[in-house]
């Protein structure tokens, strides 16, 4: 039995009660992308940062996290820019829902997103590591998140006209609970619904869909201990499935790797009786790039570049 340490924040926040991957076409210049605003770090688990400013002060590292619709700050930030607490609020994070203080903020800025008078909850330092925060999509009705992952870059700006397919692979979704990304896709012709989630190390199945998936004989799961650690807590699963192939739109990816269990978010997400994947940065980081169009509800992947061509004499 192998034992694997994977960091999976993936938070959801109530209100306050007070090998292969992309399919290969005619690549794009990374130039071709939008200018972006700044280049950010990448953490140990290979989410990216993004700088955030607080009251003006900053910028600070937040992970950005499509599968959060709060952004929350660590409770080291909140307490070294001394942010008053306005009451407790719920969070429900992937093990669970807990209570958490909420600090409030007078200004937010993160790209084009400025926000005033915010309330964020306040989560442990051990969920983030050395980040400041999670960056959540609370703001991003409208807008369009650009991370490029091959030159560790980001920007968010206001949608404007739709990427151009040529070199581009676009998956249809649509925006559930607000603005979570939930694509439909296929696995060895099991419809499965995948949640696009930048704030996952590593993905996650349901086990709805490693029953069917073991009942056709098109996935195959050996027994495994994976510590997650989330925003409340660490969680454990038991099992790790290996899938062949995904299909999603006009996306392929290969030998994808999942932690199995039926974490609170699947319920929380009406995901549970159906079978459902968490797309975690290992799968979504083998792209050069990936864009979503809040706008549109679209996720567009920048395809590898193809292999160099072999000399012969």
Do not use: K
């Not at 995901?271 to 083998?286: N, S």
């Amino acid at each position: 039995m192998r034992t694997l340490r994977w960091l999976a924040a993936v938070l959801i926040c109530a209100t306050a009660s007070a090998a292969s991957a992309m399919p290969t076409r005619t690549p794009a210049s990374i130039e071709d992308l939008p200018a972006p605003e700044v280049n950010v770090e990448e953490d140990l688990t290979g989410r990216m940062r993004a700088p955030v400013y607080i009251n003006g002060m900053g910028p600070f590292n937040f992970i950005v996290d499509t599968a959060a619709n709060r952004t929350v700050i660590s409770a080291r930030l909140a307490a070294q820019l001394q942010l008053p607490v306005a009451g407790a609020g719920e969070v429900h994070a992937m093990g669970g829902a807990f209570t958490a203080p909420m600090a409030q903020v007078h200004t937010l800025r993160a790209g084009v997103i400025e926000s005033r008078g915010v309330e964020m909850p306040v989560i442990s330092n051990d969920a983030l590591g050395t980040a400041d925060g999670l960056l959540g999509v609370e703001d991003m009705a409208g807008r369009q998140l650009t991370m490029d992952f091959e030159n560790e870059r980001i920007l968010i700006e206001q949608a404007r006209r739709p990427v151009s397919p040529r070199d581009w692979s676009t998956v249809e979704a649509r925006r559930r609970f607000g603005n979570l990304i939930v694509a439909s896709a296929r696995i060895e012709g099991v419809p499965v619904r995948v949640v696009i989630d930048t704030g996952a190390q590593a993905s996650i199945a349901n086990t709805a869909l490693r029953d069917e998936l073991v009942r056709l004989g098109r996935a195959r799961t050996d027994p495994a201990t994976i510590r997650t650690l989330t925003a409340g807590g660490p969680i454990v699963l038991e099992q790790l499935m290996f899938i062949p192939r995904l299909r999603m739109g006009g996306v392929d990816v290969s030998n994808v790797r999942a932690g199995v269990g039926d974490p609170y978010v699947f319920t929380l997400w009406d995901l549970h009786d159906e079978p459902a994947l968490l797309l975690g940065m290992d799968v979504l980081g083998r792209a050069r790039a990936m864009v979503i169009d809040y706008e549109r509800s679209r996720v567009h992947f920048l395809n590898p570049e193809p292999a160099a061509p072999r000399l012969t004499r």
